[in-house]
T-cell receptor
Framework: RKEVEQDPGPFNVPEGATVAFNCTYS??????FFWYRQDCRKEPKLLMS???SGNEDGRFTAQLNRASQYISLLIRDSKLSDSATYLC?????????FGAGTTVTVRA | NAGVTQTPKFQVLKTGQSMTLQCAQD?????MYWYRQDPGMGLRLIYY???????DKGEVPNGYNVSRLNKREFSLRLESAAPSQTSVYFC??????????FGQGTRLTVV
């Protein structure tokens, strides 16, 4: 079983739509969680950390469910510039594990 | 701010050649990582170093060796390159529990 599994998509949505997707992780001892964004196989960049109580950053909302071991990301009012691959990342004892990524394409 | 610096950015090798990918970070991070990314595969962990003086295998270590030279530097060596090692390689660093920062990647082709 992979340590982090994501819905690969692709999600193809119109501008202004809301899109949401999840990832699940296998290590119950995982300590911290993140969403990264990657464009065209450039280096991944941090989108946001994910906290137990859930957190928002502008149009982006992240949720963590430790009991069920899943993390979600919701993007509201999608922009063309949101088109990217979104990577779920889990940190357990110094080891960072990545999901394979969810591809989102926002169309005009 | 340099952050994480990887060299080289591009490399073409012939099968059987060896090379070392260099990575250095200036953020005083304890942990450093090497990943490879193949089309449609996501990032796969090759090796990581939780702290200076320690290294551990990741998901796909075969065919690679690493050296944590000091706190700043973590190198990845291919002793005898194979076409299956054609990939994009990313180095990253972090402190425990915090987000990772990535280098710009090395695009390696083995012919």
């Amino acid at each position: 079983r992979k340590e982090v599994e994501q819905d690969p998509g692709p999600f193809n949505v119109p501008e202004g739509a809301t899109v949401a997707f999840n990832c699940t992780y296998s290590n119950s001892a995982s300590q911290s969680f993140f969403w990264y964004r990657q464009d065209c196989r450039k280096e991944p960049k941090l989108l946001m950390s994910v906290y137990s109580s859930g957190n928002e950053d502008g149009r982006f909302t992240a949720q963590l469910n430790r009991a069920s071991q899943y993390i979600s990301l919701l993007i509201r009012d999608s922009k063309l510039s949101d088109s990217a691959t979104y990577l779920c990342v889990v940190n357990a004892d110094y080891k960072l594990s990545f999901g394979a990524g969810t591809t989102v394409t926002v169309r005009a | 701010n340099a952050g994480v610096t990887q060299t080289p950015k591009f490399q073409v090798l012939k099968t059987g050649q060896s090379m070392t990918l260099q990575c250095a970070q200036d953020m005083n991070h304890n942990s450093m990582y090497w990943y490879r990314q193949d089309p449609g595969m996501g990032l796969r962990l090759i090796y990581y170093s939780a702290s200076e003086g320690t290294t551990d295998k990741g998901e796909v270590p075969n065919g690679y060796n690493v050296s944590r030279l000091n706190k700043r530097e973590f190198s990845l060596r291919l002793e005898s390159a194979a076409p299956s090692q054609t990939s994009v390689y990313f180095c990253a660093s972090s402190t425990r529990g915090a987000e990772a920062f990535f280098g710009q990647g090395t695009r390696l082709t083995v012919v």
